[in-house]
């Protein structure tokens, strides 16, 4: 039973560029969540995507965008890169969305994250 | 806004039982409470869920009070292998937003010989 894939696993940009990042769910799994985690923080939720709509948003800007595939898989695009957007980029998968995600009463299943260094 | 506190770091030792304790004053009617480690450069991992009482699976126990204004994890006889960053993750139902979905700093446990 694969779990949720993320590519690549490192990722080095300069300030100014645009960025793209992939995630594969777990199987059975329809929502993907992207969440930002710098370092020696905790994570913190960027947007999650359900039946290809962005369904929640957390306090991130505009530049940060997504989009979900007719397979479920789900793409991540940062524009105009800041030294700040430098982290680890985690996609989760659940079968939950809308109240009941924000209940959390699914529990989500992470990919090991995409690191991202802007130079 | 449901926020979580708890410790920044604890230390153990092998074989010991350690409870972590998360805070969570705001917990709305409808939310659950799920309890994720992190070792370095992966993803958390999902441990244990609750909505009240007690809950047990094959590593972890979780206790949430009557009031549900916090929770404890229970890890049974840890080993070096349990030393990871702990969070304690409470919905945001009916928040309002989704910042309720952030993971606080967590708890750094470390176990040591």
């Known amino acids: 039973d694969a779990g949720v894939t993320q590519s690549p696993t490192h990722l080095i940009k300069t300030r100014g560029q645009q960025v793209t990042l992939r995630c594969s769910p777990k199987?059975?799994?329809?929502?993907v969540s992207w969440y930002q985690q710098a370092l020696g923080q905790g994570p913190q939720f960027i947007f999650q995507?359900?039946?290809?709509?962005?369904?929640q948003r957390g306090n991130f800007p505009d530049r940060f965008s997504g989009h979900q595939f007719p397979n479920y898989s789900s793409e991540l695009n940062v524009n105009a890169l800041l030294l700040g957007d430098s982290a680890l980029y985690l996609c989760?998968?659940?079968?939950?969305?809308?109240?009941?995600?924000?209940?959390?009463?699914?529990?989500?299943?992470f990919g090991d994250g995409t690191r991202l260094s802007i130079l | 806004l449901a926020k979580t506190t708890q410790p920044i770091s604890m230390d153990s030792y092998e074989g010991q039982e350690v409870n972590i304790t998360c805070s969570h004053n705001?917990?709305?009617?409808?939310?659950?409470i799920t309890w994720y480690q992190q070792f370095p450069s992966q993803g958390p991992r999902f441990i244990i869920q609750?909505?009240?009482t007690k809950v047990t699976n094959e590593v972890a126990s979780l206790f949430i009070p009557a009031d549900r204004k916090s929770s404890t994890l229970s890890l049974p006889r840890v080993s070096l292998s349990d030393t990871a960053v702990y969070y304690c993750?409470?919905?945001?139902?009916?928040?309002?937003?989704?910042?309720?979905?952030?993971f606080g700093k967590g708890t750094h446990l470390i176990i040591q010989p």
């Open positions: 993750l409470v919905g945001d139902n009916p928040g309002g937003g989704a910042d309720g979905l952030t």
């Open positions: 989760a998968s659940s079968l939950a969305y809308g109240t009941d995600f924000l209940a959390g009463n699914q529990p989500q299943h």
């Open positions: 705001n917990i709305a009617t409808n939310d659950y």
């Open positions: 199987s059975g799994h329809d929502t």
């Open positions: 995507y359900y039946e290809e709509e962005e369904r």
């Open positions: 609750g909505y009240k």
